[in-house]
């Protein structure tokens, strides 16, 4: 059989699936469009209309899942009273079996899903390498990698030596757990979407399936559920949605509606989340979207907690500063006021952290989203700004330009991410140079030369000698701060700051320390 004439006997055999559940399909149909599978108009649909709709009975949820013969045999086996089950193994497990087993109730449906997925984890070590070097995906598609491996492990072979003819080995590999990963991540809902009426008229919450007395031992990880029909519309960031229960012939259904109309022969979308970054979207679906309003560049800072100064963890906590705390940057905050305020605090003069302490009491947090005046301590902002920007410069050499006409999709949305992470990157070094600019003007501190709009900071400086512990230029009272001066402290100084953070970079290093700040991983 060719393979569009596969394709469309699976989907024949979905939509008399759908019609078998009663699913409420009339004003949609299934095509293929530039993503895939997706769902078009097959008539007007109204601001707010019920798009389509499906009981919530045909859901396969955990507690359906658990409800299953073989998932109840998993839930019984020797394996897993021996080490437990996890909800997204049952979940995994159920949906490879309702992939061979025309007899499981999803079989019509799980057979329509892709064989294979873009994401991260379906990419070789060396693809996700030359692709995400330098980023927090990185990281974190390994992070996804080893925990599947970790669910994997729990029950396989296990499961496969006990049971061979129900779990037989060549059918519950590590691959088809990692197919079963990434069609759930791709396709699932909420289950907060299950405990929300689409429209407040007043009705109960049904009682939805529960897990009996003996399938509690499930570790709650999946609070997800797959959502047949649902699942095949796309994404499209510029939509609004809405996602809950409503009524439909007496019965219960879990229904989307759109708050703009949708004109016949034309696609109802989805919308995955306005909120969702690049990152989250490449993760789970195995796609970017350009100039991507939600993307953010995680950053934390790394220091040693273990040799910090009382009056630090004094002032942190009165702050309600954690050193592990994730800082999100974007476009629209390309500096979070608590990151600054966190590494004010590590950077500045004992003596002066002290003034700060007493002074602002619980208003500390408010006081240091401001720069500190160099009358309390002449070189906390400097310090502040090029740390930031050494670490943001040593990120960016080690990401990737961004190609967009790369040949492959996986490539290219790679390269959307990417670009992302740059431009983030390029806008808060701008912003950085803006405030350092602004903050030796408003101190005085810039030479005539470089006051002037344009003008080029003299590279030949005076070699600046230590005064009471600190670089200072010889015969001059107080810095002069400008950037090149400011970048020669950076550079120079080999020091234990107060905080204990170490700046461990030789003059000779062509690269700048990534001691203080780092991307979340």
Known sequence: MAAADESRAMIEAFCKWCQEQSCEMSRVRIEQTSSGLGLLAAQDIKAGEIGLSVPIDALLTVAAAAKTEIGQTVLSSAAARNRGVSAQALMYIVMLD????????????????????????????????????????????????????????????????????????????FQAFLWARSSLSSRCFSNKQLSTWLHSDGHELPELPALETEEKSLVNDCPAALCPLLDITNHNPD??????????AGT????????????????????YGSCRTNLQLLLAHGFAVPKNSADTLPVKIRSDDSTRPELQRKALELAGLNTAEVHELSLSDLLPVKLLALLRILCMSLDCLDM??????????????????????????????????????NQKSR???????????????????????????????????????????????LEESEEEEGAEVDPEEEEPEEEEGWPRPAGVKRPRYGVEYAMWCYVKRLKVLRDGMLVSLCCSCSSFPSCFVKSAS
């Open 98 to 173: 309702g992939w061979h087993n025309p007899a499981s109730r999803w079989h019509s449906y799980l057979r329509l899903i892709p064989a294979t997925h873009n994401d991260p984890l379906w990419w070789t070590d060396s693809e996700r390498q030359e692709r995400l070097a330098g980023t927090q995906l990185f990281h974190e598609a390994a992070r996804h990698m080893a925990q599947l491996r970790d669910v994997y492990d729990s029950l396989f072979p296990a499961l496969s030596q006990q049971l061979p003819s129900v779990f037989p080995a060549e059918r519950y590999t």
């Open 239 to 248: 939509v609004e949605v809405h996602v809950g229960l409503v009524r439909s």
């Open 252 to 271: 219960i259904h879990l229904g989307i509606s759109a708050t703009s109309a949708v004109a016949t022969g034309c696609e109802f979308f989805n919308n």
């Open 356 to 393: 700060y302490y007493v002074k602002e009491g619980a208003a500390l947090l408010q006081k240091l989203q401001s720069p500190v005046p160099v009358e309390y301590c002449d070189r906390c902002e400097m310090q502040v700004l090029s740390t930031l920007e050494g670490q943001l410069l």
């Open 399 to 445: 990401i990737r330009p961004a190609d967009l006409s790369a040949a492959s999709a996986p490539e290219r949305h790679a390269a959307v991410y990417r670009a992302g992470q740059l431009e983030i990157i390029s806008e808060a070094l701008k912003e950085i140079q803006r405030r350092r600019k602004h903050f030796c003007g408003e101190n005085g501190l």
